[in-house]
């Protein structure tokens, strides 16, 4: 096989996924995003690109105070614990990530408040009072437009969010200077905001124009002091936004991470692509920082068909469901169901769908029937590569066409359509070795036999090597039993084949079946 044509590698990728905001344990909803990072941190790394891969927590906010005293704790205490579980959580789902950054950190108020000064030097800061609808829970302020009276209260129509009528001292940030500026931004940048919804909505609220942005607090202390005024604290989302560049040093621009801004891409939920579209490249422009280069903006699960709600208790413990399904069906399932950036509904019933037909049938029989006839036929050993006939071509065409087709997907954030092009491939592979019986071919045809055998390693080689980054641990060891060293899994190595004769290890079942449920 050629080397992969068409596959972008070399360059620096720098990736984050939202940090999560620690009023609760983790859940599948965060997972999702998570994974679907991972995801992508691997597969640039697969393709040969120095990947910088960021998560963490945000931990400062009104919110964050309130849940503390509700747990009997100090805001330190009770983010302490829960950002452990965040970070055991990334690591026991594979979660690749090169930095866990929490705002609670020293390094983060030195950036959080050089950026402040940084913006009040250019004149964008100015002191006076905010008055109007404050949401704690969504720790987002709300104009008039956006609040309706629900079963007696007033809650923001976008969320639900209970909202007050807030009266305080603060500093403010002159957004509504960056209305024509956002808008000649996203005309000339068009893959900065995706999906095509999200483009669009943000866009909307961007046309209606920007008020001046609220930036600090003073009814409440838990979180990054106000250079020069600590009777205020910076707002949440000020905070939390900085942590992308404080990880890469800021303000120290002779970081040696400092090179990989700007972000390549921020992933987060939809519920936060307001701050991350508008706020976030406002702040950095003021600032004389170049804004990111893309935000992609995934949906939300529902359960079962259910909202995940506390008061339901439906919010899924992903440590569950993988010790449940196993780590890496969990993972496919997830990226395979529902088009990233759509809403989704998580199914035990399709979990298990996907796994028995498509991880077990599919591929997982594919793997076993062509190492299992070259353990029996073979003597344990790769045959010899020969000229591919018409018929191998047919296989080993698709094969060679397909790295540039997922990378096109996967960069794109198409996980959904990577793995399907991908599963094209693994469902003519089955097609292919029934129509070519090398069972048969034995006792009539050993070297063609052989040869369709080696085709069908190197089609398995492939489809491995891609699927990696989904599958980490599923797809290290089919690579085990196709006999491909630990140095030779990344895209580049595709186009060096596997020494005949090579012994390959007695294949094992890669996926278990589960029953389905009644």
């Known amino acids: ?132 609808w404050y949401a704690v829970r969504d720790e987002a302020f709300y104009g008039p437009d956006e609040i309706e009276e629900r079963n007696g209260q007033k809650v923001a129509i976008a969320s639900g969010a209970p909202v007050e009528w807030t009266r305080e001292p603060s500093y403010f940030f002159r957004l509504s200077a960056w209305t024509d500026k ?88 939809k519920e936060i692509t307001r701050f991350h579209c508008v706020y976030w490249p406002a702040f950095l422009m003021a600032a004389g920082l170049e804004p990111p280069r893309r935000v992609y903006a995934n949906g939300w699960l529902t359960i079962e068909g259910q909202k995940m709600s506390k008061s339901l208790g439906n919010g899924l413990d992903p440590l569950q469901l993988a010790e449940e399904f196993g780590l890496d069906p ?19 019933r399709a979990v298990i769908g996907r796994l028995n037909s498509e991880l077990a049938n599919d591929l997982g029989n594919l793997a076993q029937r062509t190492l299992s006839l070259i353990q029996r036929n073979c003597e344990g050993r790769l045959p010899a590569l020969v000229p591919p006939t018409e018929a191998d071509r047919e296989l080993l065409g698709a094969v060679e066409a397909l790295p540039a087709a997922v990378d096109e997907a996967v960069s794109r954030q198409a996980f959904g359509e990577a793995l399907e092009r991908i599963w094209v491939v693994v469902r003519l592979g089955n ?46 060891a089919m690579l085990d039993q196709l006999g491909v060293g630990q140095g030779a899994r990344a895209l580049t190595d595709l186009s060096a084949p596997i020494g005949d004769g090579t012994p390959l290890p007695p294949p094992t079942p890669l996926f278990r079946k589960i029953e389905e449920p009644a």
């Open 1 to 132: 096989m050629s080397e992969a044509k068409g596959v972008t590698s070399g360059k620096r990728f720098f990736l984050t996924t939202p940090i999560y905001y620690l009023n609760g344990q983790p859940h599948i909803g965060h997972a999702y995003t998570s994974i679907a990072a991972d995801v992508l941190a691997r597969w640039k790394r697969l393709a040969g690109n120095e990947v910088f891969f960021l998560t963490g927590t945000d931990e400062h906010g009104q919110k964050v105070e309130q849940a503390a005293i509700a747990a009997g704790l100090s805001p330190q205490e009770f983010t302490d614990r829960l950002a452990a579980d965040f970070r055991s959580m990334a690591e026991r789902i594979g979660i690749s990530f090169d930095d866990f950054i929490r705002t609670t950190e020293e390094r983060h108020r030195l950036s959080c408040q050089a950026l402040w000064e940084k913006l009040a030097a250019g004149g964008h800061i100015y002191l006076g009072h905010y008055e109007g």
């Open 182 to 269: 956002l808008l000649d931004f996203y005309d000339s940048n068009p893959d900065f905001m995706a999906p095509a919804s999200t483009r669009r909505e943000v866009t909307s609220f961007v046309k209606a124009g920007l008020q001046d942005l609220s930036i600090s607090r003073t009814s409440f202390k838990w979180g990054v002091p106000v250079p020069g005024d600590e009777a205020h604290v910076m707002y949440v989302w000020l905070d939390a936004l900085t942590n992308y560049i404080t990880a890469l040093g800021y303000p120290d621009r002779d970081s040696p991470r400092w090179d990989f801004w700007p972000a390549d891409l921020h992933m987060v939920g």
């Open 330 to 348: 969990l993972r496919y399932y997830l990226l395979r169901e529902v088009p990233f950036g759509n809403d989704g509904d998580f199914s035990r």
């Open 431 to 476: 097609s292919w070795i029934d129509a070519q019986k090398p069972w048969s071919l034995k006792k009539t045809d050993p070297e063609r036999m052989a040869a369709v055998l080696r085709s069908l390693h190197t089609a398995l080689r492939a489809l491995a090597t891609l699927l990696q980054p989904f599958m980490p641990g599923t797809m290290g």
